[in-house]
């Protein structure tokens, strides 16, 4: 089966990428298309929950098969399925574009957008956390399932950290366990994409790697990439405050931090 996943972190330009795929002929293109169904799944991963994952993969299944037999390539931007690279991979065969942002701009994102603003609340060390009722209304109920914690001592040390830092740690736990799965696959199954790298001679290459043609122009991907590609400010005590958690992805990725 023909499919090709964009996933990171979220807030790394998952939706920009698949919106410069959506227009081809050849391509099925979805972004976060059952954010619900797939966030309760990534929870699940996270904290290792025994619960049957057979309605996520016949979910995506279906629409796999729908959009071959149109002879069409299956593309779907999420980070909800971040944590499943390897068993989609299994299953399915698929290619992988992973997006990376810099940490800080990401963190900066998503706090924005309310993440860990309050103290979540747990007690035991031993169990897994419940539900914080993070959702506000019905339409974002799956941040219930997304915006995952640590599990065991550290969650409490972490739940008293910076709103920013306690994101940086999402977005470091994210990518570990992508690197960790891109091990076990073949190299020539998945591409790793910084969103400040890319340009147009990047996009082309994507193209032939997915398998299709360009069907934007450099002028029209210029402006796209111009409405998106913007850097948060960062002064020294910003940075010096982001870097109290360690992250060896960072260190990997982004050195310009760490200057």
């Not at 976060?32 to 309760?40: F, G, N, V, W």
């Not at 098969?65 to 698929?94: P, Q, T, V």
């Not at 506000?136 to 409490?156: D, E, I, T, V, W």
Request: hydrophobic share 35%.
């Amino acid at each position: 089966m023909k499919s090709v996943f964009v996933t990171g972190s979220g807030q790394c330009g998952e939706t920009f990428l698949n919106s410069l795929f959506k227009g081809n002929n050849k391509i099925s293109a979805r972004d976060e298309s059952r954010p619900l169904l797939h966030s309760y799944y990534k929870f699940i991963k996270y904290n290792k929950i025994n619960i049957d994952d057979a309605p996520l993969f016949n979910q995506l299944e279906n629409v796999i098969k729908k959009s071959n037999k149109k002879g069409k390539i299956d593309f779907e931007s999420s980070s909800f399925l971040a944590l499943h690279i390897y068993e989609l991979y299994k299953k399915f065969g698929s290619k992988f574009i992973i997006l990376l942002r810099n940490p800080f701009d990401v963190s900066y994102s998503l706090k924005k957008k309310g993440w860990y603003k309050e103290k979540y609340i747990k007690k035991d060390k031993n169990k897994i956390i419940g539900y914080q009722g993070v959702a506000s209304s019905f339409h974002n109920k799956h941040h219930n399932f997304c915006r995952l914690s640590p599990n065991g001592s550290y969650f409490f040390k972490w739940n008293k950290l910076d709103q920013m830092l306690k994101i940086k740690w999402y977005w470091d736990t994210i990518y570990k366990k992508i690197f960790d799965d891109l091990k076990k696959i073949p190299k020539k199954n998945y591409t790793v994409v910084r969103i400040e790298d890319l340009d147009y001679d990047k996009f082309l290459e994507l193209s032939s790697w997915v398998g299709v043609k360009p069907m934007i122009s450099k002028f029209f991907f210029n402006m796209k990439l111009k409405i998106i590609k913007k850097d948060q400010k960062k002064n020294k005590k910003d940075l010096k405050n982001f870097l109290k958690l360690k992250s060896k992805i960072e260190k990997a990725y982004y050195k310009e931090n760490l200057l």
